[in-house]
């Protein structure tokens, strides 16, 4: 009896699953496994919960393409039959849309980036000022109290 690794098994099943779904004898042709072996590794890995399966990247976005045209009712079942939920579907929609983003887009402006310098400046300066007011503050409190503390005892005698 030949024992496969579980990463041979993991690629084989993922053509067995969505959004691949190729035929059970054709991949059983491919990588020289029986079909019924092929069913029961499938049938281990649709008993998992969905957060035990890996869905590959390339899985995820045919998941974006295929449900993406579909109202939230047809969406919500088709999750339910993968066994994802439609939060999921809709974090991988963006991560999608954020990958498939031009990188002029994502890269902020020369004037942008001034500005933010600039503002930058002025917010450590103020943070400067106020930290420095807090410290007089406190040398100022102290000094009080020691004063107080030195005419008191001159009084207590």
Not at 5 to 20: H, N, S, Y
Not at 23 to 43: P, S
Not at 104 to 124: C, G, V, Y
């Amino acid at each position: 009896m030949a024992r496969y690794g579980q990463t041979f098994k993991d690629r084989a099943v993922a053509r067995l699953l969505p959004p691949e779904s190729a035929a059970v004898e054709l991949v059983a042709r491919e990588v020289g496994v029986g079909t019924g072996t092929l069913q029961r590794w499938r049938e281990d890995v649709q008993s998992m919960p969905a957060l035990g399966r890996a869905w590959t990247a390339a899985a995820r976005l045919q998941a974006v393409i295929t449900t993406a045209a579909m109202p939230e009712a047809g969406k919500s079942a088709w999750c339910r039959e993968q066994g994802i939920y439609p939060a999921e579907l809709e974090k991988w929609c963006t991560s999608a849309a954020a990958a498939l983003c031009d990188p002029q887009d994502a890269r902020a402006s020369p004037q942008a980036t001034r500005k933010d310098r600039t503002r930058i400046k002025e917010l450590e300066r103020e943070l400067l000022r106020k930290d420095r007011a807090l410290a007089e503050t406190a040398a100022l409190l102290v000094l009080s109290k020691k004063v107080t503390a030195i005419f008191s005892r001159g009084e207590d005698a």
